[in-house]
């Protein structure tokens, strides 16, 4: 089966600008996760979807981070406006299992964000 | 409560020996404990994982061992390769709502 798809693979961008990433999950897997990776530490879960629901979005920094789920499928995650201290790997997960943390996660390559 | 900790942060090892990464955690709501194995440029691939009510889980040359009454958990990798060489994370997560936590990851380099 495909893995997780994911991009782009890098991006630089300016502080204060916006950003997107993009992730395509295993077909059939219900539930997905974007998380950030800053160089040295392990991923950080940032939001959980259960189908196109937020089942998690307790460490998504709403005052600039927003993502969607639509028709429970593709999965976009959004900064506006982006800090330096967003500069990260952004992965994306999936699994099939909806809601239920003892299932395997498939990761994406993620998306090295620089923020300058 | 949420943490895990993991040791160390890098690892050196000959081809041949014996590669140990150390995890501990403090919640005791957490029944699940994957490895993850991260090459560069890649996300990260589940490798094994346990359930606290054993305290040893083996595949091939890798081994999770499993101390529930001290909260920690180890990995070992026997007879460590150069391809072995990568990024390992320990991780956490739970019934209940957990979210999975994983710990700050270990650099292994297995000289040849």
């Known amino acids: 089966e495909a893995g997780v798809a994911q991009s782009p693979r890098y991006k630089i961008i300016e502080k204060r600008q916006s950003v997107a990433f993009w992730c395509n999950p295993i077909?059939?897997?219900?539930?997905l996760y974007w998380y950030q990776q800053i160089l040295g530490q392990g991923p950080k879960l940032l939001i959980q979807f259960q189908n196109n629901g937020v089942v998690d979005d307790s460490q998504l920094p709403k005052d600039r981070f927003s993502a969607e789920r639509l028709k429970g499928v593709d999965s976009t995650l959004k900064i506006q406006p982006a800090k330096l201290e967003d500069s990260a790997v952004y992965l994306c997960a999936s699994s099939r299992a909806g809601g239920r943390p003892l299932v395997e996660q498939f990761f994406g390559p993620g998306t090295r964000l620089t923020v300058l | 409560q949420q943490q895990v900790k993991q040791s160390p942060q890098s690892l050196i090892v000959q081809k041949g020996g014996i590669s140990i990464i150390n995890c501990a955690y403090e919640?005791?709501?957490?029944?699940?404990f994957p490895w993850y194995q991260q090459f560069p440029g890649k996300g990260p691939a589940l490798l094994i994982a346990?359930?606290?009510?054993?305290s040893e889980k083996k595949e091939g040359r890798f081994t999770i061992s499993f101390n529930k009454s001290a909260k920690q958990f180890s990995l070992h990798i026997m007879d460590s390769q150069p391809g072995d060489s990568a990024t390992y994370f320990c991780a956490a997560s739970g019934a209940g709502g957990f979210k999975t936590i994983f710990g700050a990851g270990t650099r292994l380099f297995v000289k040849a």
């Open positions: 919640n005791t709501a957490f029944d699940y």
């Open positions: 077909s059939g897997h219900a539930t």
């Open positions: 346990i359930r606290p009510d054993v």
